[in-house]
């Protein structure tokens, strides 16, 4: 096998690894506030005072997995699964040269996962017909303004559960993924500490294959600022996942089960949100 071709199939391991893992985690990771020391959680939260609440007003382009459409469809996704699954394969076993073996293989993988995809695939009526809904569902979703809700909700949960007071910056938010908010240049009178919040993705994610099931999610990007220097206190990305269902499963009902899976990420991620940033309690380890 000549070094092009195994390139080729090395390559196409990589990004479907990479896209079978997307979404794996259900849970982001333990933000830094977990493993500071006492002091430094105190020295920080003397800092907080009256907390401005910002949530981005632009909307995140939703990532929908969708399975494979029809014969065709499944046979071109069979390739790419049945090659990348034999090259795994050989690069997590423990034979001497597994990977080497493993791309050797990937052909024969190729054509085992064409063979399956074809025949196992949904048809592309099936498919069209479940999309078509999952994006109805998607414009309700916006049409009920979550970037609001978020931010109700935050301003609830942080006044009901933290001694400390919350209030809306409405219209100071970023508008723009890449824009940077001085908020110490803006009028924010009262404010000691903003609590910035992007809705930074959301809809299916899974593993990539023929018919994949898929969770319904939303990631958001929170970040604690000092308002008189713009200094960032606390940063964390969180992730709200839900069960797995197959693709037409979240299309039954209108889309229902999608619509209630994504609101009900909502208060999840605030109450999230205010629980890790406000209410991790100072633990002397020594």
Same mark, same amino acid.
């Given at each position: 096998?000549?070094?092009? %071709? +195994?390139?080729?199939?090395?390559?196409?391991? %990589?990004?479907?690894?990479?896209?079978g893992n997307f979404g794996l985690t259900g849970c982001s990771h333990s933000p830094a506030v977990y493993t500071m020391p006492p002091e430094r959680i105190e020295q920080m939260r003397s $800092?907080?005072?009256?907390? #401005?609440?910002?949530?981005?007003?632009?909307?995140?382009?939703?990532? %929908?997995?969708?399975?494979?459409?029809?014969?065709? #469809?499944?046979?071109?996704?069979?390739?790419?699964v049945g090659a990348s699954t034999t090259i795994m394969a050989g690069a997590v076993s423990p034979i001497p040269g597994g990977t080497f073996i493993g791309i050797m293989l990937a052909p024969?993988?190729?054509?085992?996962?064409?063979?399956?995809?074809?025949? &196992?695939?949904?048809?592309?009526?099936?498919?069209?017909?479940?999309?078509? &809904?999952?994006?109805?569902? %998607?414009? +309700?979703?916006?049409?009920?303004?979550? /970037?609001?809700?978020?931010?109700?909700?935050?301003? +609830?949960? #942080?006044?009901?559960?933290?001694?400390?007071?919350?209030?809306?910056?409405?219209?100071?938010?970023?508008?723009?993924?890449? $824009?940077?908010? +001085?908020?110490?240049?803006?009028? &924010?009178?009262?404010?000691?500490?903003?609590? $910035?919040?992007?809705?930074?993705?959301?809809?299916?994610?899974?593993?990539?294959?023929?018919?994949?099931?898929?969770?319904?999610?939303?990631?958001?990007?929170?970040?604690?600022?000092?308002?008189?220097?713009?200094?960032?206190?606390? $940063?964390?990305?969180?992730?709200?996942?839900?069960?797995?269902?197959?693709?037409?499963?979240?299309?039954?009902?209108?889309?229902?089960?999608?619509?209630?899976?994504?609101?009900?990420? /909502?208060?999840?991620?605030?109450?999230?949100?205010?629980?890790?940033?406000?209410?991790?309690?100072? &633990?002397?380890?020594?």
């Amino acid at each position: 096998m000549s070094n092009k %071709i +195994r390139n080729f199939f090395l390559g196409i391991a %990589i990004l479907v690894f990479a896209a079978g893992n997307f979404g794996l985690t259900g849970c982001s990771h333990s933000p830094a506030v977990y493993t500071m020391p006492p002091e430094r959680i105190e020295q920080m939260r003397s $800092e907080f005072g009256t907390v #401005g609440v910002a949530v981005a007003s632009y909307r995140a382009k939703p990532k %929908i997995l969708r399975p494979a459409k029809g014969p065709v #469809g499944g046979a071109g996704r069979g390739v790419i699964v049945g090659a990348s699954t034999t090259i795994m394969a050989g690069a997590v076993s423990p034979i001497p040269g597994g990977t080497f073996i493993g791309i050797m293989l990937a052909p024969i993988g190729a054509v085992v996962g064409m063979t399956y995809g074809t025949a &196992t695939a949904t048809s592309t009526a099936e498919v069209e017909k479940a999309e078509k &809904t999952i994006d109805q569902t %998607i414009s +309700r979703l916006q049409a009920m303004d979550p /970037i609001q809700t978020l931010q109700t909700e935050t301003i +609830r949960m #942080g006044s009901e559960r933290t001694d400390l007071t919350f209030v809306a910056l409405p219209g100071l938010a970023p508008q723009s993924p890449n $824009e940077i908010v +001085r908020y110490d240049l803006l009028d &924010t009178t009262g404010i000691s500490s903003v609590l $910035e919040l992007r809705v930074e993705e959301g809809g299916l994610r899974g593993r990539y294959t023929i018919s994949p099931p898929s969770s319904a999610y939303l990631k958001i990007r929170a970040r604690l600022i000092a308002r008189k220097d713009n200094r960032i206190l606390l $940063e964390d990305t969180l992730f709200c996942v839900s069960e797995k269902r197959e693709y037409r499963e979240w299309s039954e009902n209108d889309g229902q089960l999608f619509f209630d899976a994504l609101i009900s990420c /909502i208060p999840d991620l605030a109450e999230k949100v205010v629980d890790d940033f406000f209410l991790v309690l100072p &633990t002397n380890t020594n």
